[in-house]
């Protein structure tokens, strides 16, 4: 079974606006408020595909509350109770611009940390956890060790979609895929890409360190993947974008969904991946994927050298 863990999980409320303006009443409309966090992305957008998956994380106050509610509509929850209020992040889209608002959260004290770890450990049927998104308040990155300790103890793969600095140390851990995107290869790696030559020596630097896999995602400019063999690029769909919210989530998941089933699938994976991603990027929120089949017929994947 796959398990997600959002450590820092969050209500999305996208709003719109023709424009913003500061010392004035900025109007907005056409509020979407959505359950979220990057570990629940990657559950919802499985579920959609038909992998069953649970989700973990801490949750706390009514908008704990709203978020499990909501959640446990799709997939099963173990929440993790704390003191405080789980965030609101705010995205807000003008006519010209998007502006992305996250909240840092609530924090998490020892005694939840403990138990996660607990409920992690009794996860018996544990195949492959999915770790996304940013720490709360509270939680040292070297959590992030004592989780991967406990997945590898029960013979269990992991997987990483997190923008911390330690991920340059947790690559060695060697996980079953990480998912970076250009600014995360610069920020954590050190990896500057100008051109797919920067593209490719990101690649093999990111896996000799230890990734046995990387999905290298770029935006417009299509993603790539890496396992040691072959290097396969995937371009972006052209679509309209509404919001990039939840977008690298819903690729991320999209790909798992056809890879996890058969690692040789790549193509196919790449394919699923990246009309996910445009499907979403036109919605508000994970949206209800209705474009991915449309989608798909723009995705050509190359494989390179």
């Known amino acids: 079974m796959i398990y ?14 023709e424009r913003l303006a500061p010392n004035c009443v900025t109007r907005t409309r056409d509020a979407v408020y959505t359950p979220n966090g990057k570990g629940l992305n990657v559950s919802f957008t499985l579920k959609h595909f038909g992998i069953d998956s649970v989700i973990l994380g801490f949750f706390g106050g009514f908008t704990g509350e709203y978020i499990v509610e909501g959640a446990e509509r799709v997939c099963p929850v173990r929440p993790v109770w704390i003191d405080g209020i789980t965030r609101v992040n705010v995205f807000i889209t003008t006519n010209k611009e998007e502006y992305i ?46 989780v991967i300790d406990i997945v590898q103890a029960k013979g269990a793969e992991f997987i990483l979609d997190i923008s911390h600095p330690c991920l340059a140390e947790l690559v060695r851990r060697k996980p079953l895929l990480i998912k970076p995107n250009e600014a995360e290869i610069q920020k954590i790696f050190g990896i500057h890409i100008q051109d797919e030559t920067d593209v490719l020596g990101a690649l093999r630097s ?16 299509g993603a790539y993947f890496f396992g040691g ?9 052209k679509v309209k974008v509404l919001s990039t919210a939840c977008a690298g989530d819903a690729s991320l998941a999209g790909f798992i969904s056809v890879w996890e089933k058969d ?32 989608l798909r017929k723009q995705i050509e994947v190359i494989q390179m050298k």
């Open 4 to 17: 997600t863990l959002t450590t820092n999980p969050a209500i999305d409320m996208n709003v719109f606006s």
């Open 101 to 146: 608002l996250p909240n840092a959260g609530a924090r998490v004290a020892a005694a939840a940390q403990k138990e996660m770890l607990e409920v992690i450990d009794g996860c018996d049927d544990l195949s492959c956890l999915v770790i996304s998104g940013s720490l709360p308040p509270g939680i040292d990155p070297s959590y992030y060790n004592e």
């Open 206 to 221: 990111v896996h000799g360190l230890g990734a046995q896999n990387i999905l290298l995602t770029l935006g417009s400019k």
């Open 229 to 237: 063999g072959h290097v396969w690029h995937a371009n972006a769909a």
């Open 263 to 294: 690692c040789s699938a790549v193509k196919d994976a790449l394919v699923n991946a990246m009309a996910t991603g445009g499907s979403v990027a036109m919605s508000a929120g994970l949206g209800d994927f209705s474009a991915v089949r449309q």
